[in-house]
């Protein structure tokens, strides 16, 4: 397996092909959400991918602290179906907060059926579930320590 961690501006062309086929292909066709992707995130943010010799496999980006926050935000969390259930996602997210380290406070937009897998990496549900791209999500946080 291939660890890749790299600014935008840092991807070459192919590499952001591979990313942005596999988001299409977990978000928009599996998931059948019609949104805008990729959005302006997408060029402040480090991308974090997983491939082997065959494919781009798991997929997350981490958006950096701006003026108006100063926390770190996760999204676009994934794992290619046929790679499900191998601990993928949970080794992708385990290097993504090993990269951000334990002082980050960051924030998630979770599906709801991942609340435990966010809870045993350090997640906190905060408030109520709430319809995002027609899929019920829960807003996490897993406060820094200082």
Request: charged share 20%; net charge negative; aromatic share 12%.
């Amino acid at each position: 397996m291939i660890v890749h961690l790299k600014q935008f501006a840092q991807l070459q062309v192919l590499e952001w092909h591979k990313i942005i086929s596999l988001r299409a292909e977990v978000f928009v066709v599996e998931q059948n959400c019609v949104y805008q992707d990729p959005d302006v995130y997408d060029i402040d943010s480090l991308h974090l991918w997983f491939e082997d010799e065959f494919e781009c496999f798991a997929y997350l980006r981490i958006i950096p602290p701006n003026t108006e926050n100063n926390y770190w935000k996760i999204g676009r969390v994934l794992v290619k179906s046929n790679r499900r259930s191998q601990g993928m996602g949970n080794a992708l997210m385990k290097r993504a907060l090993t990269h951000l380290g334990s002082s980050a406070t960051i924030h998630i937009s979770a599906q709801r059926y991942l609340i435990k897998f966010y809870e045993n990496l350090g997640f906190t549900a905060k408030g109520d579930t709430y319809l995002e791209d027609g899929i019920p999500h829960v807003f996490m946080i897993r406060a820094g320590v200082d």
